[in-house]
């Protein structure tokens, strides 16, 4: 799957590299492993920190959108840092040959689970080579 | 004072040089997010921030996909030893079905050096969206404690 050049859920990029939308939240892209089987497009994603009523999944047209914000508080004055999370965005190009009506979403332990099954005439199709 | 000078000249150049190098190198200070969530550490995992408060010290680990039953949180003296094993894509997908595989799996272990005292028999630890929360009661030794000051 081609990954979206663009970079932030909206528009203009700050200077740095850094995402910049409207609503001036930093956004971080999530880890991702992608694999095929034979039915579906299969991605994990680790988005610690974010629960089921803050994630969303789009797909519009060929672009698969992946988004979710993170909450976590810690009770107490900070000694030492080493992580802050704020929100996920991460984009993919997929081909047409993804059913969106049929994608499968799972939200486990602050990891994503899409399946995207395959449209049923992209399927591989075993070919006969009959040898005479 | 010309000494303090140079030092806010040397941290103002440090500074412009961190900046210069953001997008390239991971940044190790926690103030600067990172564009990007690394899939794989070259330092300690699970990344965790330490807070206190006057009777507690808090441990948040991010540990997203951890198998619970391998979740494993020691204490010894002032040390919080946390290891467990992250679940990674399954065993039986061939390498080349695979299009991206960003996300580190395996067996982890880190240490954590406590600052005070704590009271081993009260830890209490929440395992939720990921996010590992550990609340250490401090000892009752290490709780600050107010000193009369006797005036005469």
Known sequence: MAEQTVSGPNEPQGNGGWEITRSTERHVRPPVDIYETPDALMLIADMPGVARENLEVRVDEDLLTIQGRAIHVVPGDPIYREFDLTGFFRQFEIGEQIDPEKINADLKYGVLSLRLPKQERSKQRHIEVKVS | ?152
């Open chain 2, 1 to 152: 004072m010309p000494q303090a000078n140079s030092f806010q000249q040397m941290d103002d150049l440090h500074r412009e040089i961190d900046r210069a190098f953001e997008d390239f190198f991971p940044q190790w200070q926690p103030s600067f997010p990172m564009a990007f969530l690394p899939g794989r550490l070259a330092r300690a995992y699970p990344l965790i921030n330490l807070h206190e408060d006057k009777d507690h010290l808090y441990v948040e680990a991010m540990a997203p996909g951890v198998d619970p039953q391998s979740l494993n949180l020691t204490v010894v003296h002032n040390t919080l030893t946390i290891s467990g094993d992250k679940r990674g894509a399954p065993d039986n997908i061939a390498p080349e079905a695979f299009h991206r595989e960003e996300r580190a799996a395996g067996k982890f272990v880190r240490t954590v050096t406590l600052p005070v005292e704590i009271d081993e028999s009260k830890v209490v630890a929440e395992y939720k969206d990921g996010l590992l929360l550990i609340t250490l009661p401090k000892s009752e030794k290490a709780k600050p404690k107010q000193i009369d000051v006797q005036v005469s």
